[in-house]
């Protein structure tokens, strides 16, 4: 009997049940088979899936196991150290820490302490006893204004990428234990209003803050920064998860809730540009982050980027050189960050990843002599203690995580963030799916998560014999070099002395790469 055959007799047998049944007058049967046969028969007829049309009926169990794939592969065979994205270690840690449980371990490590990868800190025989509630970062330069910012805090998740009660949650927990929550680029609506410190981003298509094409509102913004709440602003030039690339927010998403905090019309597509319309030039983007100072009342105005060309970075740096203008802050985002839907070309191809992009930034800054100028913020799978203070050995004053929060809330890495179907009701605006977030329960759970992160922090700066995180420097951590030899991370990094991009008569020929083949050919009227 040939294949074709085969592949028929499931729907033919179902259809000689069907008859069967109908002359029995057993009628609930009949409907089921006759349902499955009327499958069989439109399997047949349609074009558009090979599997089904050669093997009707039979054929959706190819799709329905791909569908449970994931889902398998997450719950019965991916290994504990295993990312994808996050490993289910990561994942328990944060579990834990948001129950307020003991994350310890027992019977050791489970890493390969002797991969190339591994990197650890190196402790102190003689170590302290910090106090993590000191482990805060000033930024900015005005003593009114200035912001004295916990050095771990929630990333930019905007509403609408997230449901409401889930920013509620986020900004709840914000509130209860003094960190900043970022707002992302989609407006501050009544969900961040929670009495939680705000990050209030900006983005390309400035939404909050927006005239009816899509251009900046100076008069919008300047209403609604100067708001208590609203400690810092950050202009995102980039994200990791798709740097360089915009999007397209349909109309049947633009809901009343979403329409307003965005600055939109209710059901109305709206284009997010990649790019921003207010500047062209590295001086021009000072002049705006100047503009923004002055209209917030002077808080203090940064940047998020995902590194891109080091030499778009040396141009920035040599506008800042030229103006004695710079930002209070920038926000170094990885490009293994993303907690929304990207092309996946985007999220695994384009962009550099956080522990190079921090280097090179903090190197750059140090050159032109403005470091103790400008911080700098981290995000980039940021979950545990440790990944703070490696980001802070590479440079970073403080970090921020997206979906190690989210983690907190509840999430349980199904991956459907982009198809409105989120099962946890954290990124959907699905009413119904919306029960499942409490806020009060889930706002006392994200400040349990950070709540002991700084204590695991504050025994890990204690380890290394240091008084505060700031002290925290690429020799505190050790790797491995290419030939397999222990070296402090200091050594396999970048960096640069105090100074040393300054001036005209520079020996080229001694700068590191990639300063020794881009400095010179940026330009600060110019990126590209």
């Not at 289910?88 to 190339?116: N, P």
């Not at 284009?271 to 705006?288: D, I, N």
């Not at 799978?381 to 509840?410: E, P, Q, Y």
Request: glycine residues 10%.
């Amino acid at each position: 009997m040939n294949n074709r055959l085969m592949a028929f007799l499931p729907w033919i047998a179902t259809g000689l049940l069907f008859v069967f049944t109908i002359s029995h007058s057993e009628f609930k049967s009949a409907l089921l088979f006759g349902a499955l046969f009327l499958v069989g028969v439109i399997d047949l007829l349609q074009s558009g899936q090979p599997i089904r049309r050669n093997y009707p009926l039979i054929g959706h169990a190819r799709f329905i196991f791909e569908d449970l794939r994931p889902n398998l592969r997450q719950y019965f065979m991916e290994g504990d150290a295993e990312e994808v994205p996050f490993s289910r270690m990561q994942r328990e840690l944060v579990y834990e820490r948001a129950d307020a449980q003991s994350s310890e371990r027992g019977f050791g490590t489970i890493k390969d302490v002797y991969e190339d990868s591994n990197v650890w800190l190196a402790h102190s025989i003689v170590p302290t006893a910090p106090d993590p509630k000191t482990f805060r970062v000033r930024t900015g330069e005005n003593p009114l204004t200035a912001y004295d910012m916990s050095v771990f805090n929630v990333s930019g998740l905007a509403f609408g990428a997230l449901s409401g009660p889930a920013v509620a949650a986020l900004n709840r927990g914000a509130a209860l234990g003094g960190f900043a929550q970022n707002t992302g680029e989609g407006g501050i609506s009544k969900y961040h209003q929670q009495q939680g410190d705000l990050i209030w981003q900006v983005g390309s298509a400035y939404f909050g803050c927006r005239t009816p094409d899509g251009a900046f509102d100076a008069a919008q913004f300047e209403q609604k920064a100067i708001d208590p709440q609203v400690r810092m602003i950050e202009i995102k030039i980039s994200q990791g998860a798709k740097p360089g690339h915009g999007g397209v927010l349909p109309g049947s998403k633009v809901s009343n809730e979403i329409a307003l905090a965005w600055g939109l019309e209710v059901g109305k597509t709206c284009v997010c540009p990649a790019g921003h319309s207010t500047f062209q030039t590295p001086r021009e983007l000072l002049a705006f982050i100047a503009q923004l100072r002055q209209l917030s009342g002077d808080k203090p105005v940064g940047m998020k980027i995902c590194v891109g060309h080091p030499r778009e970075l040396f141009a920035l740096a040599k506008a800042m050189i030229e103006t004695g203008q710079c930002p209070d802050f920038i926000t170094v985002d990885g490009s293994e960050g993303g907690t929304g839907a990207a092309p996946l070309e985007f999220s695994d191809h384009v962009g550099m990843p956080l522990h190079d992009a921090l280097p090179l930034v903090h190197a750059t800054l140090v050159g032109i002599g403005m470091r103790d100028r400008v911080r700098i913020g981290a995000s980039g799978k940021v979950t545990s203690a440790f990944d703070i203070v490696h980001a802070m050995a590479l440079g970073a004053d403080w970090c921020n995580a997206g979906r190690g929060f989210m983690f907190s809330l509840g999430c349980i890495q199904a991956r459907s963030c982009h198809t409105d179907r989120c099962p946890t009701g954290i990124t959907t605006q699905n009413p119904s799916l919306h029960r499942g977030i409490v806020v009060s329960d889930k706002g006392q759970k994200v400040y349990s998560y950070h709540q002991q992160t700084l204590e695991a922090l504050g025994e890990l700066v204690a380890a290394a014999g240091v008084e505060n995180t700031s002290q925290i420097t690429a020799d505190h951590i050790l790797c491995r070099d290419r030939s397999g030899k222990v070296v402090p991370l200091s050594q396999t990094t970048v960096r640069l002395d105090r100074g040393s991009l300054l001036g005209e008569g520079l020996a080229r020929h001694e700068l590191p790469e990639p300063f020794k083949s881009n400095w010179d050919a940026s330009s600060a009227d110019r990126f590209n």
